[in-house]
């Protein structure tokens, strides 16, 4: 997916001139992973420093310090700490808003967002889409029938994750959740939100 607007909260830097960080730096490019960060810091109101990467940055000692394996996503954390996969930088991005403020609370987003990155986009993108859908959304269909969120009434780092994904595979596989309604509410009620639309809904 390719996003055709800006992320407001956003400014941009050539790796070779950003120092330590006071707010975190998210390392990508148009139309990566990178939109979904961008998508959780927008609705949890954490702000981003966002350096665009190309090849010659990838490969430099700079980079290599925040993602070991020169891949996309990568985040500085505020104190310098490199985080990588975006699964983590979610979390970390959860963590900086205050949103997980328990041992519970982190395990139960995490849960999600390692299902999602783990098992469910993997499924999609290893079979084209035609995967076992009742296996993967069997479940998230019962859940959503009982609340509006895959955590109770408030969109979480677990939705962004989940979404997201299902979002691209609708893109990428012409994957259809008809048979789920309540996860066909749950997609509309997050292509309402500003915020995805100027991240993983502008692909």
């Known amino acids: 997916p390719h996003r055709t607007g800006p992320v407001p909260r956003r400014s941009t830097s050539r790796m070779s001139t950003v120092t330590r960080a006071s707010t975190p730096t998210i ?15 927008l609705e949890l109101g954490v702000e981003l ?4 990467l ?16 020169g891949k996309i996503p990568g985040c500085k954390a505020e104190d ?23 041992p519970e609370a982190r395990g139960a987003a995490a ?7 783990a098992t469910m986009w993997p499924a999609l993108e ?18 959503l029938g009982k609340q509006q969120w895959l955590l109770g009434d408030k969109l979480s ?17 012409k994957v259809r959740v008809t048979a789920f309604p309540n996860v066909v509410r749950y997609m509309a009620d997050v292509e309402k939100r500003e915020s995805f639309k100027k991240t993983v809904g502008g692909g």
Not at 27 to 40: A, D, F, H, K, N
Not at 62 to 69: D, G, L, N
Not at 159 to 165: G, L, P, R
Request: glycine letters at 10%; hydrophobic letters at 45%.
């Open 27 to 41: 390392y990508g490019t148009p139309g990566s992973r990178t939109q979904i960060v961008e998508w959780l810091a």
């Open 49 to 52: 420093k966002s350096v665009m």
């Open 54 to 69: 190309d090849r010659s940055l990838m490969k430099s000692p700079e980079y290599a310090a925040v993602h070991p394996f």
């Open 80 to 102: 310098g700490t490199g985080i990588f996969e975006s699964g983590a930088i979610m979390l970390y991005i959860a963590d900086v808003s205050g949103s997980l403020p328990t």
């Open 111 to 117: 849960s999600w967002v390692l299902w999602a990155n």
């Open 126 to 143: 290893g079979s084209g889409g035609k995967c076992n859908l009742d296996n993967l959304f069997g479940p998230v269909d019962t859940i």
């Open 157 to 173: 780092v677990a939705d962004v994750a989940v979404a997201s994904y299902i979002k691209y595979a609708q893109l990428f596989f």
